[in-house]
């Protein structure tokens, strides 16, 4: 019944790992983002998808990879992890014609790198 | 480039008093879209409230309601009659108008932390 569901919900592993980070929404929206939120709680875009295309693309490091395979999913993967990686990475959708516009987000994947 | 300022790191207030939090925006758009969501020590990202710039009447939820005061670009959270489960991280966010490409996105501030005290 999870509208925006991320696995896993915490993640720890070694530098220099390759890790992947998966989002699901079912909620029939067009448009999925990646946010970052920091060991201070600031949150800021990465990515965003509408309908499997790429629409925004931070300034983040080519080690980040998303992936949209169809418009209900939105995965991220991390080449390389380094210790500054280590965040909560949240996913989020969106419907973007139409209603109210609001953004639905995960639980939120803590990542840490050790 | 979109900011937006929250002022105050923390504040606490006291069960059932009333409690407001800051909030402050840079834009040269005359359209957007304002939130405030709410993050709980589980982490979950909750919207709390929403106004459109474009409206001139403050937004209320129940408990929550805002002053929004476009020409000083002040978009501020009031919390009557708090209770422990208010306790969280709060957060302002800024989207444009759009609703399309870089457009789409959120601008967080950089959040307060609100502490009920019995």
């Known amino acids: 019944d999870t509208a925006v569901s991320q696995t896993p919900k915490y993640l720890v592993t070694q530098m220099g790992n390759d890790k992947s980070i998966k989002c699901e929404q079912n909620?029939?929206?067009?448009?999925m983002y990646w946010y970052k939120q920091d060991s201070k709680k600031f949150l800021k875009i990465m990515f965003s998808?509408?309908?499997?295309?790429?629409?925004i693309n931070e300034t983040v490091p080519n080690r980040f990879s998303p992936k949209s395979p169809d418009k209900a999913h939105l995965n991220l993967h991390i080449n390389s992890l380094e210790l500054g990686d280590s965040a909560v990475y949240f996913c989020?959708?969106?419907?973007?014609?139409?209603?109210?516009?609001?953004?639905?987000f995960g639980s939120g994947t803590r990542l840490t790198v050790v | 480039a979109q900011t937006v300022t929250q002022s105050q790191p923390e504040m606490s207030v006291q069960e059932a008093e009333t409690v407001t939090l800051s909030c402050t925006y840079d834009?040269?758009?005359?359209?957007?879209?304002l939130f405030w969501y709410k993050q709980p020590p589980s982490r979950q990202m909750i919207l709390v409230i929403r106004?459109?710039?474009?409206?001139?009447q403050n937004a209320t939820e129940n408990r929550f309601s805002v002053n929004f005061q476009k020409a000083a670009k002040s978009f501020s959270l009031k919390i009557s009659d708090s209770q422990l489960g208010d306790a969280a991280m709060y957060f302002c966010?800024?989207?444009?108008?759009?609703?399309?490409?870089?457009?789409?996105?959120?601008?967080f501030g950089t959040g307060t932390r609100l502490q009920v005290t019995l």
């Open positions: 106004q459109e710039a474009y409206k001139q």
């Open positions: 989020a959708s969106r419907q973007k014609f139409g209603g109210y516009h609001g953004y639905t």
């Open positions: 966010a800024y989207r444009s108008p759009g609703g399309t490409g870089t457009a789409s996105k959120l601008t």
């Open positions: 909620l029939g929206h067009d448009t």
């Open positions: 834009t040269s758009e005359s359209d957007y879209y």
């Open positions: 998808y509408n309908n499997k295309e790429l629409i």
